[in-house]
């Protein structure tokens, strides 16, 4: 569905790049990931008023339950709609359930069912946001497309490769979600917002009265929303009971089913009020439960007490299925890495094996690293690419 809107002409020039490194651009057919939220809103925002034409494309990945409390689309789509109302621009409704099935959420069952912890928005955006979506907006005569994602994009002379930047707002970084993103998707895209941190985001969007300026950000999983996520998973994975034991392997409980729990989980483990049997290292006899372990062989999930017990922490990891924005690894050497959103760069060795596999070594042990995951590297502010957790 397209909802035709006049385009007109229209701040600063937004390349790919962050600070001194703007690209002079010439205008363009961009189109935008129109989320229905306020980051890509002011991300067609400033485009526009650049001067290129901007086409607003709606993606509507899941479809299951879509008229459900948690599943917002309808929603959002009308807020993007009335964004590309207020703006003057195109906007195109595109349904990307079954590549989502398909790319997405097949994988997702997968990792849960084998015991890991999956992101599934890093397989989204690698998969939808910057495959499917892409070659859709290049099919409408795009030049390039743009997201409202916190990272930046910058073309480096010296090795003619484009590079990975940290968004300026470093407390809403997203390019660890990013990471697995090529040469040729990177060359094609524009994160405006990048450059700018959320609350000049939001006071832009005030200031031009756009109509989700204040709207609440999403924190849920990208495809099904802010649902009780144990309650989703039970749909498409099946219980299976099993013990509960400490690091004195003592029983003190009974888990659901190991797939649905992480390490470092702390909530929803069911035995919140009971102590310690005995002396337990990283806490004493009140100290919160977390997981540690899932032995998928004897269907054990194990916890200990304390959120430094020596169970939850590790100095080494392995990681296979490594992606590398300049398609080539970097060589052994220092760098640093985060093992999970959010975490602040670590400091680490890197060692690439023959394969697409590598290992992590840490100055400081990392608290919780999670098969499933990704551990993501970097070079100060570039990101260099990753790969999923195996073993920590």
Not at 234 to 261: M, T, W
Not at 279 to 284: D, E, I, K, V
Not at 333 to 351: I, L
């Amino acid at each position: 569905m397209t909802l035709r809107r006049p385009i007109c002409e229209g701040t600063r020039a937004l390349g790919h790049a962050g600070g001194d490194n703007l690209r002079p651009m010439t205008k363009q057919r961009i189109v935008v990931g129109l989320s229905g939220g306020v980051d890509s809103a002011v991300t067609a925002y400033l485009l526009k008023k650049q001067g290129h034409e901007v086409v607003g494309i709606f993606m509507k990945n899941w479809e299951d339950d879509d008229d459900s409390e948690y599943c917002s689309s309808n929603i959002d789509f009308v807020d993007a709609a009335a964004v590309a109302d207020v703006l003057g621009i195109e906007i195109e409704h595109v349904n990307f359930a079954a590549d989502y099935k398909d790319r997405v959420f097949s994988e997702f069952l997968r990792e849960y069912q084998a015991g890991r912890t999956p992101n599934p928005d890093v397989l989204c955006n690698a998969e939808i946001k910057f495959k499917a979506f892409l070659d859709h907006a290049m099919r409408l005569g795009a030049q390039s497309i743009a997201t409202g994602h916190y990272a930046r994009v910058r073309f480096n002379p010296q090795t003619g490769l484009h590079e990975l930047l940290k968004g300026l707002d470093t407390t809403k970084d997203q390019s660890y979600f990013l990471h697995r993103l090529n040469q040729a998707q990177l060359s094609k895209t524009l994160f405006p917002v990048g450059e700018l941190k959320k609350t000049e985001v939001r006071r832009i969007a005030d200031e031009i009265k756009l109509p989700n300026a204040r709207k609440k950000d999403s924190t849920g999983i990208c495809f099904i929303g802010e649902r009780p996520f144990r309650e989703f998973l039970n749909r498409y994975i099946s219980k299976a009971p099993g013990p509960i034991c400490n690091d004195k392997g003592q029983k003190i409980g009974e888990h659901v089913g190991l797939s649905f729990y992480t390490l470092g989980q702390r909530q929803g483990l069911g035995i919140g009020g009971l102590k310690a049997r005995g002396a337990q290292r990283g806490g004493g006899d009140h100290a919160p439960w977390f997981v540690a372990r899932k032995d998928m062989l004897t269907n054990t999930l194990w916890v200990v007490q304390g959120h430094d017990h020596p169970w939850l922490l590790s100095r080494t990891l392995q990681a296979q299925d490594a992606s590398w924005l300049s398609e080539t690894p970097p060589g052994t050497g220092n760098a640093s890495a985060k093992t999970r959103y959010r975490q602040a760069d670590a400091a680490c060795h890197f060692e690439a094996s023959v394969d697409t596999s590598f290992t992590l070594t840490f100055g400081d042990a990392q608290w919780a690293v999670t098969p499933g995951q990704s551990a993501v590297l970097y070079q100060g502010e570039v990101c260099l690419g990753g790969g999923i957790i195996t073993t920590g």
